[in-house]
């Protein structure tokens, strides 16, 4: 009984060290899926941005330091893009665990639907003064996408609303739209051709925005989809 008991103790103890494996493995797969789900939603959203609003503008920004990782409760996740091969690495980890999941994800733009044309200029203001703001985005995912409706927020020290939208040189709609209302459908869609870029978006006000900032606009397809959003200031700090 005395041998029994003393190779039980042994084992118990043991058992339970090697439940926290798997254990660690599971949580490690489900960080590196969360940073899956960054990376598309940092890539579709404002991954063309850098520390100020000059310099490179794609995706190739989730390498940077500040970026490329995140920390999940007791674990974290480090996202690698590689342009080159269109592949995105996520790896998650464990406090206190040797062992990492790796995750890869092949044709990463295609997830991205529409984004920004990192083969054009970064949103600005068009024509002088900030009434008008310019950008451009792709269709990078093989199929087409019609535009019908938009949404759109922003802060500025003054009010203003929306007064046209162009896309492709044609105006789409025009109106008064203010800040934070529902979205409004176009008056003329337009369909994006899948894998076309250099799409040229202008949205004007009815007067220049004082101090104009976190301007975000989203492109409908349909009634109650997600959506397309385009994050044109995600720092903050205005348009240059």
Not at 3 to 9: E, R
Not at 20 to 45: C, D, K, L, N
Not at 95 to 101: A, I, L, P, V, W
Not at 163 to 184: E, M
């Amino acid at each position: 009984m005395m041998t029994a008991g003393y190779v039980l103790s042994y084992l118990i103890p043991t058992k339970q060290k090697s439940i926290i494996f798997p254990i660690h493995s599971t949580q490690e797969f489900y960080i590196a899926q969360s940073g899956m789900e960054y990376a598309v939603r940092y890539a579709s959203e404002k991954g063309w941005k850098g520390q100020t609003d000059s310099g490179v503008f794609d995706i190739t920004h989730l390498n940077d330091s500040g970026v490329s990782q995140r920390n999940l409760g007791n674990g974290r996740f480090t996202v690698n893009y590689n342009s080159g091969q269109d592949l995105l690495t996520c790896t998650g980890e464990m406090t206190n665990s040797g062992e990492k999941r790796v995750l890869r994800v092949s044709n990463f733009t295609v997830f991205l639907r529409l984004i920004f044309d990192s083969a054009y200029a970064a949103p600005s203001w068009y024509l002088g003064g900030t009434r008008r703001v310019r950008f451009y985005i792709a269709n990078v995912r093989g199929a087409n996408r019609t535009l019908r409706r938009f949404s759109a927020v922003w802060q500025a020290d003054n009010t203003q609303t929306i007064n046209q939208v162009y896309i492709a040189g044609t105006q789409r709609w025009s109106g008064n739209y203010s800040s934070g209302s529902p979205r409004v459908t176009f008056s003329s869609n337009y369909t994006i051709p899948a894998n076309t870029g250099g799409v040229d978006v202008r949205i004007y006000w009815t007067g220049n925005l004082t101090n104009g900032r976190n301007i975000v606009i989203t492109f409908y397809t349909g009634a109650n989809d997600d959506g397309f959003t385009f994050n044109l200031d995600p720092e903050g700090n205005g348009l240059p």
